[in-house]
T-cell receptor, first 115, second 116 residues
Framework: AQTVTQSQPEMSVQEAETVTLSCTYDTSESDYYLFWYKQPPSRQMILVIRQEAYKQQNATENRFSVNFQKAAKSFSLKISDSQLGDAAMYFCAYRSASGTYKYIFGTGTRLKVLA | DTGVSQDPRHKITKRGQNVTFRCDPISEHNRLYWYRQTLGQGPEFLTYFQNEAQLEKSRLLSDRFSAERPKGSFSTLEIQRTEQGDSAMYLC??????????????FGPGTRLTVL
């Protein structure tokens, strides 16, 4: 069975600085997808960034980028130029490339942005 | 695209009562998922529908839980004889058919259940 581990329960970053959130996963599959979702307080989860396992190039979305290391089964999220609105819970999620496409989530990292 | 909606947003009930939650997915999405999120944890998969067919159920979904998606549109999740351990946020998500480029799941705001 696949597992996702987020070892940082909480992280803090100064506004305008850069922060990296860690995620590792375990799977025997070769084809899969990885996601980072953001869950602001009392608001619904929204997709931050997606990575297809077959792509070697790391995904980038504006200030958000990932460092995908397939052999190490690592998928970290880098947030550049942090903004107050980035404060939220961040969840790493794994999804198989076949079957029901259900997500397997990590336990999340709470990001605090300090003014 | 009006997003995934869930009703009610909050539900407080007494132990032993039955509760029902509703999820309205994005209209063109044929895949629908239910997850449960307890405090300090990530969401855990409960069940999955493709159109009206329930194709997978987690072991977390005990006999007291039942989910339906009549006509492949909205879905309901019912919990019978609620227990304090059922207190959690229940999240619904929907996605397009596989093969679409944007087949990530879109989440609703959740229903927070408190069992007294």
């Amino acid at each position: 069975a696949q597992t996702v581990t987020q070892s940082q329960p909480e992280m803090s970053v100064q506004e305008a600085e850069t922060v990296t959130l860690s995620c590792t996963y375990d799977t025997s599959e070769s084809d899969y997808y990885l996601f980072w979702y953001k869950q602001p307080p009392s608001r619904q989860m929204i997709l931050v960034i997606r990575q297809e396992a077959y792509k070697q190039q790391n995904a980038t979305e504006n200030r958000f980028s990932v460092n995908f290391q397939k052999a190490a089964k690592s998928f970290s999220l880098k947030i550049s130029d942090s903004q107050l609105g980035d404060a939220a819970m961040y969840f790493c999620a794994y999804r198989s490339a076949s079957g029901t496409y259900k997500y397997i989530f990590g336990t999340g990292t709470r990001l605090k942005v300090l003014a | 695209d009006t997003g995934v909606s869930q009703d009610p947003r909050h539900k407080i009930t007494k132990r032993g009562q039955n509760v029902t939650f509703r999820c309205d997915p994005i209209s063109e999405h044929n895949r629908l998922y239910w997850y449960r999120q307890t405090l300090g944890q990530g969401p855990e998969f409960l069940t999955y529908f493709q159109n009206e067919a329930q194709l997978e159920k987690s072991r977390l979904l005990s006999d007291r839980f039942s989910a339906e998606r009549p006509k492949g549109s909205f879905s309901t999740l019912e919990i019978q004889r609620t227990e304090q351990g059922d207190s959690a946020m229940y999240l619904c998500a929907s996605s397009r058919e596989a093969g679409w480029a944007t087949n990530e799941q879109f989440f609703g705001p959740g229903t927070r259940l408190t069992v007294l």
